[in-house]
C-alpha cells in the first residue's frame, strides 16, 4: 500500500496539545502528517513542536512568501490524502460552513478537493449553540465527516459535550476511512447489528433492563465495517460513542429497536447482540410512583417483541445470512441449539455468562473478554477465551466468507 498521508490543521483551543499526540498515534500507525498550525492554534503550541513530530515543516501563515514559493496553498490542501482539522474550533467550523478564506487554515479548507474530518473541540455553551449546531449540519450535508465531541470535564471547568475526542478515536477513525478507501471482502454489503440493553420505562425514574455494555455488538459493527461493509448499529442506551463511518440509531425500547430495525432493512445480514428486556412494565405513569402511597409491591409485565424471530421468520425480504447471541448460565450448546431452531435464525453465538466461568476480567458482562460457540447447521465449534474484539474479528471474517458473491442491497438511507 501506498503511503497514507494526511493534512492536519490545529485549531486554536486548549485541545491543541492532544493534536501532538495524534501525530505520534497516526506516525505509529504508519500514517504521516503535514501540519498547519493557526495562528490561534500557535498560542497553544509551536510550530517547532509540530514539526519535530510530524517530521515536516509546520506551515502557518498565508503569506508567508518562503513557504508559498515552495507549497502554495492550492498544492498544500491537495497534498495529502484526507484533511483532518483538530481541534476544530467553532471559529474553523464557521469559516468552513460559511466558505470564508481569510488565513492559511480556511483556505486550504476551501481549496481542497479531499475529504475533510472535523473533531470538534469548544465549551459546551458554544457547542449547543443554534449557530454552532448548524455549522455543524451544513459540514455534514457537505459530505464531512464529524468525530466527537465527548462528554465530559472541560477545562473551563464546566462540563458536557464539547471535549476534543481522545487521539486514538480520531486515528480510529483515519484508519477507518483509510481502510474504506481498500476493497474488503464485505463492500457493497449492508449489515444491521442490534446491540446493548433496551430500557423499559415503569416511570419517569425507573426502567426494567438488561446486563449489557453493548462493547461486543460494537466491536462487531467495527470488524464488519473494517471489512467493506456498510454497517447500521442499531443500538439502546450505552456509554459508548458513535463509531467512525458506522450509521448508528440510537433507541430506548425493545418496539423501538424492532422499529429501527425494520426501517433499516434491506440487509445482507442481521446480527442480534442486544441484551433486549423480553418484558416491559405493563403501564408507564408519567408521575413517579411513591412508596408512602403503597408504591411498588409488584409489576405487572407484557411481552416485548422477539426482534431476532420476527426478522428470522419475515416472508419476504429476510436478510440471508441472520445471527443470533445466546447467553446463557447452563447447558450452553443444548439451549443455544435449540434457541437456532425456534427463532429460526441461522446461526448462534452462545456465551456462558454464569458467574465464576472460564473468562478473566470480571466475567463477560461488561468485561473486554468473550469465550463462545458458534452454532450453525453444520454442528458446533468453541473458541477459546479471547478479547470481544478477536471475537469481533473472527466472526466478521466467517461472515464475508459465508456472504462471498455479489452485491445485493445496499443501506437504507
Ligand atoms: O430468547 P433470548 O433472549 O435468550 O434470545 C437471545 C437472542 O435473541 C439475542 O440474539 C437477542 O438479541 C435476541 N432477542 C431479540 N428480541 C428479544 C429478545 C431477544 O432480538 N425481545
Redesign the pocket.
Known sequence: MSERKILLIIGGGVAAYKALELIRELSRRGVRSRVILTKAGAEFITPLSAASLSGDKCYTELFDLTSEAEMGHIELSRSADLVVVAPATADLMAKTANGFANDLASTTLLATDKPVMFAPAMNVRMWNHPATQRNLKTLADDGALIVGPEKGDMACGEFGYGRMAEPAAIADAVEAYFMRETEGPLKGKHVLI?AGPTHEAMDPVRYIANRSSGKQGYALAEALRNLGADVTLVTGPTNLPDPAFIKTVRVET?RE??AASETALPADCAI???????YRPSTETNQKIKKERGGLTSIEVTE??????AISQMSEGRPRLV??????TQDVVCYAEA?RKR?G?DW?VANDVSPGDNVVSGGVMGGDRNAVILITENGEEAWPDMPKTEVARRLAERIAKTLGGPHLVKAAE
Not at 272 to 278: E, G, I, L, R, Y
Open positions: 442490534t425493545a429497536m424492532l442480534f447482540c442486544a441484551a433486549v428486556s423480553d416485548n417483541p422477539d426482534i431476532l424471530k445471527i443470533g447471541f445466546a447467553a446463557e434457541k427463532k435464525c448462534i
